[in-house]
């Protein structure tokens, strides 16, 4: 039962087009949502995240779109730049269990390619 | 600031044998999580701390995995013992545990390789 999921396995972009990356989750009980990038065999490194009570955050060339009704996030990027190839992975948080209990559920990830 | 160390890198075994992974989280961070990341995989939260307590185990396997903080600083996490399954890698993150953002910093993970 996959509560976070990323449904493009991969996407191709040319450099200082927009890449548009998208996520769907099922549980209403998330209260943080947030975006990583990972490069080959390094750990993740945060990118951004959104409160569930806003709609949209944004922090220089990256801007994450919440729409709550849809239970739908999405990544922006522009323009992108070649380093911008990466896996990108859609995360959620939240006291869902209780306790303080605030591990991240994470989408299986998508793999961004920036074409020259 | 050092990030998140990890130690070892990359770890062969046989089936059945134990394996032992160490992290040590960024200073002044009281919480700290347990992922494993199989291949083609999101990360998935093993287990989590809040200094030397445990707050949620719940996706632990107790019977072969067990992990602590005893002086709620550094962890290990434990497999004992083996199975070709549990081949993945073994990322540690921590946080300050009230961070607005909610954001956790991980460390390069331990690659395991079960035969």
């Known amino acids: 039962d996959q509560q976070v999921k990323q449904n493009s396995p991969s996407l191709s972009v040319q450099e200082g087009r927009i890449s548009i990356l998208n996520c769907d989750y099922t549980?209403?009980?998330?209260?943080?949502f947030l975006w990583y990038k990972k490069y080959p065999a390094e750990g993740p490194t945060f990118l951004i995240s959104i409160s569930s009570i806003k709609d949209k955050n944004e922090d220089g060339r990256f801007t994450v779109f919440l729409n709550k009704s849809a239970k739908h996030l999405s990544l922006h990027i522009v323009p992108s730049q070649p380093g911008d190839s990466a896996v990108y992975f859609c995360a959620a948080s939240g006291s869902v269990s209780g306790g303080g209990a605030d591990g991240l559920t994470f989408g299986k990830g998508t793999h961004l390619i920036i074409q020259p | 600031e050092a990030g998140v160390a990890q130690s070892p890198r990359y770890k062969i075994i046989e089936k059945r044998q134990s394996v032992a992974f160490w992290c040590n989280p960024i200073s002044g961070h009281a919480t700290l999580y347990w992922y494993q990341q199989i291949l083609g995989q999101g990360p998935k939260l093993l287990i989590q701390?809040?200094?030397?307590?445990?707050?949620?185990d719940s996706q632990l396997p107790k019977d072969r995995f067990s992990a602590e903080r005893l002086k709620g600083v550094d962890s290990t996490l434990k497999i004992q013992p083996a199975k070709l399954e549990d081949s993945a890698v073994y990322l540690c993150a921590s946080s300050l545990g009230n961070s607005a953002l909610g954001e956790q910093f991980f460390g390069p993970g331990t690659r395991l390789t079960v035969l």
């Open positions: 701390f809040q200094n030397n307590g445990v707050v949620d």
């Open positions: 549980n209403s009980m998330f209260d943080y």
